[in-house]
């Protein structure tokens, strides 16, 4: 592990208390219900190349970037957003999730990096080096406990970033049910915590594995409904209501997970004639905010891109 920077102290929470209602539900955020006028669609920059989104309390989405790892912020209520964090060549913003303290964890994706952001100037603050492998892929990131955890496509690992404090990155090998797929074939990606908070819920080469966190012994969830979520990336989690976005398949499947999410029922699926090859999603008030990743459209300097929301 390498930080480039001081481990940053706790921010202050942004957009007051936390409310018990979204703890539930799992969002660890309070936020207010959308406006109708609020718009449904927005645009990014020519040539960003997005993967992932995160909200927090307040109504702003900031959305990474694989050309140059650039993060960009756009507000909910009007759609106009600009570049909150510069990118540099070399480097990506795959997943990245919004501390209640106003820190972004982003995930580094070929770099092997986290890197923690500060979400009101912009400022790279830390970079952790959690792997050496000479190809790995940081893809997503979930805030659990004390712990930022990270997904490695190419590696069967999650590494845990301290979340505001000193510390060292933890590295969790995942062992029992858990089948590492080949590379590139959209392995280890989105997770969430489960429902009681003991451990996590990763979506891997189309299937659903709970994580314990002091083993890391993965187990699969036996889905009911359908064989698979075929190409599954990001995760939403509402309770015991799981959102699972297949990017390649333009849908969001919608579970009903069991207490201990050992198993997972199909209720129903989102789809939207504007999605284009969605990759993550997040949640502010009752909408689901997600970015068109548009994979199998030329990736130029001047190709559009675009996020959308869609109700729950």
């Known amino acids: 592990m390498?930080?480039?920077h001081p481990q940053p102290s706790r921010r202050t929470v942004l957009g007051g208390a936390v409310a018990a209602l979204?703890?539930?539900a799992g969002t660890g955020t309070a936020q207010a219900a959308p406006g109708s006028g609020w718009p449904t669609e927005f645009p990014l920059p020519d040539g960003?190349?997005?993967e992932g989104i995160t909200t927090g309390s307040r109504p702003y989405a900031y959305m990474g970037s694989r050309a140059d790892g650039a993060i960009y912020r756009t507000d909910l209520r009007t759609g106009r957003g600009g570049v909150l964090h510069e990118g540099t060549a070399g480097l990506a913003s795959i997943g990245l999730k919004l501390d209640r303290d106003g820190l972004l964890y982003v995930a580094g994706g070929a770099g092997g990096t986290a890197r923690i952001v500060d979400a009101r100037t912009g400022e790279l603050l830390t970079t952790y080096q959690l792997t050496r492998d000479a190809a790995p892929f940081i893809?997503?990131?979930?805030?659990h406990e004390d712990r930022a955890w990270f997904t490695d496509s190419r590696a069967?690992?999650?590494?845990g970033v301290p979340r505001g404090r000193r510390g060292e990155v933890r590295a969790l090998p995942l062992t029992g049910e858990w089948v590492q797929a080949p590379a590139g074939t959209n392995s280890a990606n989105g997770l969430v915590a489960t429902p009681d908070g003991r451990g996590l819920i990763v979506v891997n080469a189309g299937q659903l594995y709970t994580v314990d966190l002091r083993s890391g012994h993965a187990t699969k969830v036996t889905l009911k409904g359908a064989s698979d979520v075929a190409g599954g990336d990001g995760l939403v989690r509402l309770g015991r209501t799981l959102y699972v976005v297949q990017n390649?398949?333009?849908k969001i499947?919608?579970?009903d997970l069991d207490r201990k999410a050992t198993s997972a029922t199909l209720t129903r699926t989102i789809t939207d004639p504007r999605f284009d090859v969605p990759?993550?999603?997040a949640r502010y008030g009752d909408r689901l905010y997600l970015v068109n990743a548009r994979f199998t459209s030329p990736q130029t300097p001047e190709t559009t891109f675009n996020a959308v929301a869609v109700s729950l």
């Open 2 to 4: 390498t930080r480039n």
């Open 22 to 24: 979204a703890v539930a």
């Open 48 to 50: 960003w190349l997005p």
């Open 139 to 143: 893809n997503d990131v979930v805030l």
């Open 156 to 159: 069967a690992v999650l590494h």
């Open 248 to 250: 390649r398949l333009n």
């Open 253 to 255: 499947t919608v579970w």
């Open 279 to 281: 990759t993550t999603a």
